[in-house]
Every structure is written in C-alpha cells, then in structure tokens.
C-alpha cells in the first residue's frame, strides 16, 4: 500500500470544469430560465437537461440518462452547478453513480476511487461533448441542434 496521499490536481479539475462550462454554453440558449428542459437524443439514449435554478451568478441543472438497453439500472442523474462569474461547471452532487467527496482514502469500505469527484466531471464532460457532436434536439420539430 502506498503511504503517500492522494493530491487534488486542482488546475486539472478547473480545466474540466471550464471545459464543461464552455459545452453547456453552446447546449444551452441564453435566456433558459428555472423550469426549462432541453432533450437531445445521442443513439438509443436520451439526454435531459433540467434547469433547476437560475439567479444572477449561478444556474443549478440536473443531466439526466435515459438507457433505454438498461432497465434494471436506475438513470444517471448529475446535479450541475454552472458558475457564470467563474465561468465554471461543476458536478455537485449524483444519483444512481456514487456519491463522490473531493477525495476518498484508499482503500475504503465501498471501494471509492481516490479521485471519484474529478471522474464524474469528467462523465459530464463526456456526455456534453456526445451531446454536441453527436446529439440531435429531441425538442426541435427538425432534430437539428441548434447552436
């Protein structure tokens, strides 16, 4: 085992997070307010994006899987703060992955990766950037994604 701890890489989270700011600015119109939901359709699953929260500074969204193959598994759903000053997109919170903390010892009980906070904003960057390249809207009457 080793003794040495598990460091943040701290300009590599903040890569990821504009990264992911950057995706969901061409996802999202500019003026989505609370309550507006934005379907895409990448192969056979569907891709919701739910705008919980809007205020001046911070918009909160749930991204939502819909894997129509995997019934018996609950859907991913990712909790996503948008920070408009910081220009930043960061997963909060999740339901039907694991709970993640900025870091975990190793090993641990339930056999969370040390770095599990940084691998689910890195899922939400996979899947915005499969939204863009090869997502159609499943809200426009001509599947087209508007960008």
């Avoid at 995997?70 to 000053?85: G, I, K, Q, T």
């Avoid at 992955?97 to 990766?113: G, I, S």
Wanted: net charge negative; hydrophobic share 35%; glycine share 4%.
């Amino acid at each position: 085992m080793s003794s040495h701890r598990y460091q943040i890489d701290l300009s590599g989270h903040l890569a990821d997070c504009e990264m992911n700011f950057r995706r969901l600015q061409q996802l999202l119109p500019v003026d989505a307010e609370a309550g507006d939901c934005l379907r895409f359709g990448v192969a056979t699953n569907t891709v919701e994006l739910l705008v919980k929260e809007r205020a001046p500074y911070t918009t909160m969204l749930e991204l939502r899987l819909h894997k129509p193959l995997v019934a018996d598994l609950p859907s991913p759903l990712l909790h996503v703060r948008v920070y408009h000053d910081a220009k930043l997109a960061e997963v909060m919170g999740s339901r039907g992955l694991r709970p993640h903390k900025p870091r975990y010892h190793y090993p641990n009980d339930n056999m969370f990766q040390r770095d599990e906070k940084a691998q689910q904003n890195t899922y939400l960057g996979e899947w915005l950037s499969l939204c863009l390249e090869l997502g159609h809207s499943l809200d426009n009457p001509l599947n087209i994604l508007e960008i």
